[in-house]
């Protein structure tokens, strides 16, 4: 029987927490989050993003998986945190073609499913459901929400964010920290830094300003 390895989360991430304590391979060690209050189903807060180099002093062998969606400051953890710490965490229904290569930290939930000849960056994240088909070129910090759908050959540069249920369809390609929302089916390539919406995908005219996903 293999030992489980010690691993901490960054940023709370409820089905991420429920999927490493399925896990044989981990020890869930706990969670850095810079809000101490936050609810992490009663796993040890470590600290804020700070207390790393302290922690990786007295702990070289804990592993980290960083939780958080938004792939412009997943990135900016990723250099935080040192790329040696990532670790990479598959469910025991996730799915990963033996002809598929997958950088350091990347997670691959329930029911997820990257298939042959994919090839994904360091900090992808799959969220439960999402398929990356055969093919695939993933950038680095790319995260797909629950139930999208990547199709044969497609092209998603470093920090795309995909939102749930879309689907992006063969051969286009989505440039670097761009936006897809929920839903949306993308047949033709987006270019960098845009947010597409709908069926079929159309940049998001902002009425209103908020956050955004990267
Ligand atoms: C596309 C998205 C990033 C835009 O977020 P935003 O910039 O905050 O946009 P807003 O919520 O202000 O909405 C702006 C407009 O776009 C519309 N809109 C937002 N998301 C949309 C979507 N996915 N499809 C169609 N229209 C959408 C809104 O209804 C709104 O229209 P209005 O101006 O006519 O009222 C976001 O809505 C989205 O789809 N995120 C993905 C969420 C997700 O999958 N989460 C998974 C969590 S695990």
């Known amino acids: 029987m293999t030992q489980s390895r ?12 429920d999927l490493i304590q399925e896990l044989p391979d981990w020890e869930l060690a706990g ?6 209050a936050a609810d992490a189903l009663g796993i ?27 792939t412009g400051l997943k990135s900016k953890l990723v250099i935080h945190y040192g790329r040696d710490a990532l ?17 350091p930290g990347c997670i691959v939930q329930r029911g997820a499913r990257v298939l042959p000849a994919a090839v994904l960056g360091h900090s ?4 439960v459901g999402a398929t990356v088909h055969h093919d695939g070129r993933i950038g680095d910090c790319v995260t797909l929400a629950p139930g999208c759908t990547i199709l ?3 092209t998603l540069e470093d920090r795309v964010y995909v939102g749930a249920g879309a689907i992006i369809l063969p051969k286009v390609t989505v ?14 390539d987006v ?15 902002r009425r209103r300003k908020r956050e955004p996903m990267s």
């Open 191 to 205: 270019p960098e830094g845009m947010t597409v919406v709908g069926v079929p995908a159309r940049p998001l005219e």
């Open 87 to 103: 670790r990479t965490v598959i469910a025991l229904d996730g799915y990963v073609a033996r002809s598929a290569t997958l950088g």
């Open 152 to 154: 044969g050959t497609v």
């Open 175 to 188: 440039g670097k920290g761009a936006t897809i929302g929920a839903g949306a089916v993308v047949a033709a």
């Open 6 to 17: 010690p691993i901490a989360m960054v940023g709370v991430d409820k089905d991420l927490i």
């Open 124 to 127: 992808v994240k799959l969220n």
């Open 31 to 36: 969670v850095f989050d810079s809000h101490p």
């Open 44 to 70: 040890p807060h470590l600290g804020g993003d700070d207390a790393w180099a302290e922690v990786h002093v007295a702990r070289p062998d804990l592993g980290i998986v960083i939780a958080i969606d938004p």
